[in-house]
């Protein structure tokens, strides 16, 4: 399939106008088959662009975060809840355990 691919771009390389998508599929020819190549992964990003959804309207509905260390805080902390739920994990709990493990001393 890749040679198949490589056969487009040289054919339609010839032609300045199409300069830019010929070298953005060839900039990413190894990647255009992954969904085919590793079985569960999606062929569209749907599923990442609505994992992130919720996080982006918080985000806008507060306005801006005043610092950046306070958006970069929030963003790390809406990802690791995330990937709990996504993994059935007890969100209170998983918390709780990251912050025992990193601000405890003992």
Excluded: H
């Excluded at 900039?27 to 919720?54: M, Y």
């Excluded at 610092?67 to 970069?72: C, I, T, W």
């Excluded at 929030?74 to 990937?83: F, Q």
């Amino acid at each position: 399939m890749t040679k198949k691919l490589e056969n487009l771009i040289t054919y339609y390389a010839r032609y300045d106008d199409l300069m830019p998508v010929v070298k953005y599929i060839k900039f990413n020819l190894e990647n255009w088959f992954t969904c085919i190549k590793i079985e569960g992964i999606e062929p569209i990003n749907n599923f990442t662009e609505q994992t992130i959804r919720e996080t982006v309207m918080v985000r806008k509905i507060i306005g801006t975060f005043r610092s950046k260390s306070g958006k970069e805080n929030y963003e790390i902390i809406a990802s690791l809840m995330a990937t709990w739920q996504l993994n059935d994990l007890d969100l209170k709990a998983q918390l709780k355990q990251m912050l025992i493990k990193n601000l405890c001393f003992c």
